[in-house]
């Protein structure tokens, strides 16, 4: 617990490893530990501030999560809804199940195969698709990356973590609301709860205060523009800071969010990833021997990133790094720290 939380342990990590981020640890609301480091910008030396934007990558799929979870608040869908009667794409992918529910994309087990298989994939810092990253724009600018393969498993039959379900989530609110993703989250997660330096930001156009993410190699460095969507649809590209997470966190379980009835839905053990680890809608929960971290993470080039919270400790913690590995380090000493 607290008192198991090393300052100078993490400090000393913080310096060996080279990290550039934010780390912060919190115990009923008030900060018990932060440290900042490195640069936003290298090339103009812009040091990294607590209020920093950081790109999160599939730490955006608890935002898209809790805005399909406002649309069926509102009485717009539900979670066995079903997703190919809403988005109508079957007769490009016939091999996709027609059964396959906003709930199984929800919590990676609609069996669909995925454009950006993690399974599969061995160097995400070179990863590419068939078309340039700069032209996904949209969730349905996704759907020519989709890839024309038979069905993983059955819906419902087990977990396999999917990045195009999530599109598909996206694409599902764009069509419900009317208007783009980005704006309905924007609209109605990020603003309505305060998170005031939280959004979809070009990566050719970033905001003051934004943190380029950077690629290191063996000869020097390369910023990851090239490696990435131009802007987030759904199962990744948001940008935050710490401060911001905090915030949700808060109204994520205080319903101020969702209702008390889904936000129990959301939090419940929906699908297992391994022998402690599961998956809710769109968070990650690990079972410790003496608690229950709930909590979302991100890996991408130059992005590596987890924030969560143990509930019964009063605990949130929050780590952000601009590099691709940058974050891991310093997120394992703090979890051993709070989960003992």
């Known amino acids: ?30 900060i018990i530990y932060s440290h900042v480091k490195g640069f936003a910008d290298r090339s103009n030396e812009l040091p990294i501030n607590i209020n920093t934007r950081f790109g999160i990558a599939s730490g955006t799929k608890l935002f898209t999560a809790l805005a399909i979870g406002l649309l069926i608040d509102r009485g717009k869908l539900n979670l066995n809804s079903q997703v190919f009667d809403i988005i109508k794409i079957r007769d490009k992918f016939p091999n996709y199940n027609k059964n396959v529910t906003i709930a199984q994309l929800l919590s990676h087990t609609s069996g669909l195969p995925d454009y950006f298989d993690e399974e599969l994939i061995e160097d995400f810092d070179n990863f590419k698709l068939a078309i340039p990253w700069h032209e996904l724009k949209e969730p349905y600018h996704y759907f020519e990356v989709f890839p024309h393969r038979d069905m993983k498993s059955k819906p419902g039959e087990k977990f396999s973590y999917n990045n195009g379900g999530y599109v598909l989530l996206a694409a599902v609110i764009a069509k419900i609301s009317g208007i783009s993703y980005s704006e309905f989250v924007t609209n109605q997660l990020f603003k309505k709860n305060n998170m005031n330096s939280t959004g979809f930001y070009p990566l050719n156009c970033l905001p003051k205060n934004t943190a380029y993410g950077y690629v290191d190699t063996d000869t020097g460095w390369y910023t990851n523009i090239y490696n990435l969507p131009i802007v987030g649809a759904g199962d990744g ?45 769109g968070m990650w929960l690990y079972n410790y021997p003496s608690c229950q971290l709930e909590y979302i993470m991100g890996c991408d080039a130059g992005v590596s990133f987890q924030s969560g919270v143990i509930r019964e400790r009063d605990l949130e913690f929050s780590v952000i790094s601009n590099t691709t590995n940058g974050a891991w380090s310093v997120v394992k000493a703090i979890k051993n720290a709070l989960t003992k």
């Open 237 to 281: 590209g948001a940008f935050t800071c710490v401060n911001d997470l905090t915030k949700l966190w808060q109204a994520l379980f205080n319903n101020e969010i969702l209702s008390p009835k889904l936000t129990a839905e959301y939090c419940k053990k929906h699908a297992k990833d391994t022998e402690n680890r599961y998956y809710g809608y």
């Open 1 to 30: 617990m607290t008192r198991y939380l090393n300052k100078a342990e993490i400090n000393e990590i913080i310096t060996e490893t080279n990290f550039s981020g934010v780390a912060q640890v919190l115990h009923k609301g008030e």
